[in-house]
């Protein structure tokens, strides 16, 4: 799952890592939780049917499908399955045409330890450094008052590397050279990049135990992603069912 992350970047380096023509300042944030807005990156033609280049917009983290007539008995679906999501009435319309890049300085995943309130929180980083592209879905969604809101959930994979020691899913990783191939909703169906919605390579992640303050989504400071220990070992035991932790 990914229920925590942050973007901790420059607007200036996030435009030039997406290719943006535009977009607005942003402070760093530290620990990006659902129903949140979140910065998400589509193709300019995507949203009207015409433009060029790469724009990015701020989506409520939580998608809500467009047939849903009143968000507020709706679950918040912050993440979606890259696996079913083809399949999935809530997923598989924004799969096939608002297809987008959430632009990531890393996530958070918690293992437990014991009893409640013992699970260790560690941020997830890739171990090169730089921005990351978690895959998202965005679905635009009006209310029966004319509430208008852009809504948005980001797909999860199967975990491999040090994250496997810490959950069984994790989000799905769009490299930049597929970035132009997954953002192309006009002329490439869900079957033609699903190749796309894999794990990411062994090696490609870092995690370092970190503060359990994160675990309150009030606590915003850069103080959140500050090690508080040595990094995970690969070698260390992988986490099973029970060793996954809630948060939402």
Not at 153 to 172: E, N
């Amino acid at each position: 799952m990914c229920g925590r992350f942050g973007l901790i970047t420059s607007p200036e380096t996030a435009a030039a890592a997406f290719d943006l023509t535009g977009i607005d300042p942003f402070p760093p944030r530290y620990n990006i939780a659902p129903s949140q807005p979140i910065l998400m990156v589509v193709n300019a033609s995507e949203l009207t049917g015409g433009g060029e280049g790469r724009t990015a917009l701020l989506v409520r983290w939580g998608l809500i499908p467009a047939w849903v007539k009143d968000g507020r008995d709706f679950p918040l679906l912050f993440n979606a399955r890259s696996e079913s999501a083809a399949e999935k009435p809530a997923f598989r319309g924004a799969l096939r045409h608002f297809r987008t890049l959430v632009p990531a300085s890393g996530f958070f995943e918690w293992r437990k330890a014991g009893g409640k309130g013992t699970a260790q929180p560690y941020w997830i980083r890739p171990r090169h450094g730089g921005l990351i592209a978690f895959a998202g879905l965005m679905s635009p969604w009006q209310g029966a008052d004319g509430t208008e809101l852009d809504t948005g959930t980001i797909l999860t994979t199967q975990a491999s590397g040090v994250v496997a020691k810490l959950h069984d899913r994790s989000p799905v990783i769009i490299m930049p050279e597929d970035f132009e191939r997954w953002l192309d909703c006009r002329t490439l169906e869900p079957r033609h990049v699903a190749d796309l919605m894999k794990p990411a390579p062994d090696d490609f992640f870092e995690a370092f135990p970190v503060s359990k303050a994160v675990s309150n989504a009030r606590n915003l400071g850069a103080e959140l992603i500050e090690p508080i220990g040595p990094a995970l070992l690969p070698d260390e035991p992988e986490a099973g069912p029970g060793d996954q932790m809630d948060l939402f």
